[in-house]
């Protein structure tokens, strides 16, 4: 049964409940450790015990909550909402607001005054939110007025998720105490039906999309709940077992579960019935549409190696890979001696890594040389563009291989530092490290065609060279 984005919620286990001293300040800094400790009258339970209604119901008394945000719409498996909890329960807070994880990252501790906002359930899940629309259903806090109700406080607070069986989530005699907690389900794994396959079919064909998790000691399973415009739509679910974290949500009557990513699923280890699981290999870009910042699930990437680390003109411990048209720098360690070379093909193991933004540039960090796995050979053809082509749509060419026909190189006589090539339609940088092994040769004084790796700068956009002999013809 399908269930929107929306009605999900989120929450967590325990937290310590206390009323504060109030603080009154105008759109304060995020400041980290500040608590301002407003006064709180009310627990999310209270709340919602009070406001139990499917239709909405404004809240008219200054009641104040507090609670720690669970969910975020990093990953955008939510949409425009916030979850959170205290120690007695959890709440959807609907915002119309978009990036709302910069703001309400998952583990901060935010104050809201209830006073003027509406209770409601959509498909039997608790939600807060704004005035009804005209089907009912109430709208989300406008971004303008958010300031009126919500109060940030102290940021990072432990998340911790209650451990529990499928037996009393899908039960109805005890399934309620569980809907919008943050739960994690051990020994679990994706139906055979279900494994290996995209978390969700694209937006384009559905909203969400349900695969059913099972667990060894019974026979009881449960739907895994997925948005279509998740970043992490089409990443394939792991086929072995282990441990599932997300949230636990009713669709009417219907258990469903929640992840906030795809490091919310830790399924690694034997099947229930012995066999082995097997971490899915996933295109390079599908892991780059993940986006900066989210830690990565249980995946391995394959691509060509297209770096050259024994010419020194990449930092140390840097193995650039491609896939089809896109590639990405998969950072070792800075110590780390890379053996592989252009036109190795090679797996790596991400599971766990993070993408971070490096000076400008997208990498993988995390991963370590035993990651690697070299698995036979294979050709980039590097992308003929223009100077111009490249610069207009360089975030799609980077950590790919480029050719450049028929360009100049000024600036200084030899290869070392940033030098200026020119083509008939722009001009961009040519850099290479002091350090490499063909720093001090002469750059060529005629037009030639230069291949080399497309790479930011902070925003410099540029071209590295893996050796003259080799790209520079």
Do not use: H, W
């Amino acid at each position: 049964m399908k269930i929107t984005v929306r009605i999900l919620a989120l929450c967590l286990a325990v937290l310590s409940f206390s009323a504060c001293v109030k603080k009154d300040f105008d759109a304060p800094p995020d400041q980290s450790s500040i608590d301002p400790k407003l006064p709180c009258n009310k627990t999310i339970a209270q709340i919602k015990s009070l406001y139990n209604s499917a239709s909405a119901v404004r809240i008219d008394s200054d009641y104040t909550i507090y609670g720690i945000v669970t969910a975020d719409d990093k990953s955008g498996n939510f949409y425009k909402q916030i979850v959170i909890q205290d120690s007695t329960a959890g709440l959807a807070v609907l915002i119309d607001n978009n990036s709302l994880f910069n703001e309400y990252p998952v583990g901060r501790k935010v104050y809201i005054k209830l006073k003027g906002l509406y209770m409601s359930k959509y498909a039997a899940t608790p939600q807060l939110g704004y005035l009804p629309d005209a089907t009912g259903a109430i709208s989300n806090i406008p971004g303008s007025l958010v300031g009126n109700f919500i109060v940030k406080a102290n940021y990072p607070n432990t998340v911790v998720p209650e451990t529990v069986t499928l037996t009393p989530l899908t039960n109805t005699a005890t399934f309620s105490y569980y809907v919008n907690r943050l739960v994690t389900i051990d020994n679990a794994e994706f139906t055979a039906s279900d494994m290996n396959k995209p978390y969700a079919d694209p937006a384009s064909i559905a909203s969400g999309t349900s695969r059913n998790v099972e667990e060894c000691s019974s026979t009881k399973t449960i739907q895994l709940r997925s948005s279509g415009y998740a970043n992490f739509q089409p990443l394939l679910t792991p086929t072995g077992k282990g441990k599932i974290t997300g949230i636990f949500t009713l669709y009417n009557s219907t258990p469903q579960l929640v992840i906030r990513d795809t490091n919310d699923v830790k399924f690694a280890g034997l099947r229930c019935n012995g066999s082995t699981g097997i971490i899915p290999i996933v295109s390079i870009d599908s892991i780059r549409k993940l986006g900066i910042g989210i830690k990565i699930g249980e995946y391995k990437i394959k691509g060509i190696v297209i770096s050259s680390a024994d010419s020194g003109n990449l930092s140390k411990g840097n193995l650039v890979i491609q896939d089809g048209n896109k590639g990405i720098t998969v950072y070792l360690g800075s110590t780390t001696v890379v053996p592989y070379k252009p036109g190795d093909s090679v797996i790596v193991d991400i599971t766990g890594d993070s993408l971070i933004n490096y000076k400008g540039t997208t990498e993988l960090k995390g991963a370590t040389l035993s990651s690697v796995t070299k698995v036979g050979t294979g050709t980039i053809v590097p992308k003929v563009l223009t100077i111009a082509q490249l610069n207009a749509n360089f975030a799609n060419y980077e950590a790919t291989l480029v050719q450049v026909l028929n360009a100049s190189v000024t600036g200084g006589g030899t290869y070392s530092g940033s030098k200026t090539l020119t083509d008939a339609s722009g001009t961009m940088t040519l850099y290479t490290a002091t350090t490499a092994s063909f720093a001090s040769q002469n750059v060529p004084t005629t037009a030639k065609s230069f291949t080399g790796i497309a790479s930011y700068f902070n925003t410099t956009t540029q071209l590295q060279i893996r050796y003259p002999s080799l790209d520079v013809q």
